[in-house]
């Protein structure tokens, strides 16, 4: 099994920057795609931004050029540096990886944490 455990999360105002991270931790082999999503409320989930084990990242249109995804392969971590913030940017973020051990293949999520960007 693997845990998250994600911070960074809080109030920003318009314009303001926030940065997020996630340590995975747990008895695996190897870990493949991380990855942040969010869900606004009334919303559906959508991926913000992912990042593989290789470094080859991929962005939501409605974050590209303002949030940057990176990772930290010896410490497990992934982040998510979001600059430019709009208050459509509120929402519940979580994060994802996907992770094996022996021949087998898992997803885990976060618990989430909340960003709101309000004046």
């Known amino acids: 099994q693997v845990q998250l455990v994600e911070s960074g999360g809080g109030l920003v105002q318009p314009g303001g920057s926030l940065r997020l991270s996630c340590a995975a931790s747990?008895?695996?082999?190897?870990?493949?795609?991380m990855a942040w999503f969010r869900q606004a409320p009334g919303k559906q989930r959508e991926a913000a931004a992912s990042?593989?084990?290789?470094?080859?990242?991929n962005y939501a249109d409605s974050v590209k050029g303002r949030f940057t995804i990176s990772r930290d392969n010896a410490k497990n971590t992934v982040y998510l540096q979001m600059n430019s913030l709009k208050p459509e940017d509120t929402a519940v973020y979580s994060c994802?990886?996907?992770?094996?051990?022996?021949?087998?293949?898992?997803?885990?999520w976060g618990q989430g944490t909340q960003v709101t960007v309000s004046s």
């Open positions: 994802y990886v996907y992770w094996a051990r022996g021949r087998y293949t898992y997803n885990s």
């Open positions: 747990g008895n695996v082999d190897s870990i493949n795609t």
């Open positions: 990042i593989t084990s290789a470094g080859s990242t």
